[in-house]
Nanobody, 126 residues
Framework: QVQLVESGGGLVEPGGSLKLSCTGS????????IGWFRQAPGKEREGISC????????YYADSVEGRFTISRDDSKNTVYLQMDRLMPEDTAIYYC???????????????????WGQGTRVTVSS
């Protein structure tokens, strides 16, 4: 059974940090591009970061560039999203999935995107 499970969300004050995890079972994550997506209340689901399998290239949305870092730990079959200097507008449910090619911005036709899990909720509030 192929599964991706997100974890690490929670409540954090503005300026704080969280580290999200995306752990796979039933397949090896390093063979696939893995993207992080988020959906804020009243907004479209959007790709905010992606790490490419072929060369490890990392992509970021302008809204998170310089604050978020995507990485892999192959020994744990996990992709991480380190989120620093969080802002209230980062509040959303965060999802990870396979995607080909990597997608940044609103989810649109074209890329081959895997199935969505339950996600992990991030709330940035004082």
């Amino acid at each position: 059974q192929v599964q991706l499970v997100e974890s690490g969300g929670g409540l954090v004050e503005p300026g704080g940090s969280l580290k999200l995890s995306c752990t796979g079972s039933g397949f090896t994550l390093d063979a696939y591009n893995i993207g992080w997506f988020r959906q804020a209340p009243g907004k479209e689901r959007e790709g905010i970061s992606c790490i490419r399998s072929s060369d490890g290239r990392r992509y970021y949305a302008d809204s998170v560039e310089g604050r978020f870092t995507i990485s892999r730990d192959d020994s744990k079959n996990t992709v991480y999203l380190q989120m620093d200097r969080l802002m209230p507008e980062d509040t959303a449910i965060y999802y990870c999935t396979t995607t080909y090619p990597c997608l940044i911005g609103p989810v649109v036709g074209g890329p081959n995107i895997g199935s969505w899990g339950q996600g992990t909720r991030v709330t940035v509030s004082s």
